[in-house]
């Protein structure tokens, strides 16, 4: 967590609620979200479901801890078939599914919570910080609901830098992710069927001639190897500034698990990263 902390954790208010800046959520489904909370002392966290704005729902509403079983389910494409096998989940509306995480583009929790479990994990600016947090959840003994009841527009990535920039920084943050919490020999193994998934899908996107799918696979591809990414607004020279990315970055820009400076206050995170919080009651957002 941030220090200082952000005002939406010094709020003095019970639950806070975070939305991405690209979706949108009712105050309806605010207070949906907050009476389960109220109603029920062992749900740590709960969340909306996304969907595009198509109407269909998003892959990465939540989903497992990555494992080597799950990993190789995603990279044969066989998470389509199986739909509780893979990595990432993407439930039909009103369907009921137990997750090990939940996405972070509309979630609820105690304010409490938040503070006693330190909030989400800055080692990470983008992606992977919601998987941590459910990781932190369930280790407290709390559960995670997605409310597939609730369903939330969102324009996936446009609050980011691009979509080959920010699939970069998707691949780097699974890549430190599984690299922390997997042995050495499962995180190898994790990352090589990633790999070799996104490899496929690059084939995939070639013979379709689909040229900016191909190009972010590519781009998740250098992420997952290279473990770095270029934040999004931050000057590739502007190592060492209180607003860049960290001083021992490489030419990409970020390494997640070197956070220590990306937080300023003219930071992307700083602007891109609004939170509601209610208070207990109250339906108007603050």
Known sequence: MPKPPTWGYRARRTYVVFANPDSRPTVEVFDALVAQLRSDPGLG???ALLV???????ISVGGWEPSVPRAAVHAA?????F?????????????????DWLNGGCLAVRRQTLLDLGGFDERYFVYNEDMTFGRTLREAGYRQELRTDLLVPHAAGSSGGGSTNMARLRGASMADDVRRYNSPAAALAIRLLLMLGTLLRIGQSAVKRDRPRAAMFRS?????????????????GSAGSSTAA??????????PGHSEAVHGPT?????????TDWKTGSRAVR
């Open 77 to 81: 494409g066989l998470h389509k078939r």
């Open 83 to 99: 739909r509780r096998c893979g990595l990432w989940a993407r439930p039909e509306p009103g369907e009921s599914i137990d997750l």
């Open 246 to 255: 960290p001083p021992d970055r490489r030419s990409a820009g970020y390494r």
């Open 45 to 47: 966290a709960v969340a």
């Open 52 to 58: 595009e704005p198509n109407g269909q729902v998003e």
């Open 267 to 275: 930071s992307p995170r700083s602007r891109q990263s609004p939170t």
């Open 220 to 236: 998740y591809a250098r992420g997952l190897l290279f473990g770095t990414g270029q934040l999004p607004g931050v000057p590739d």
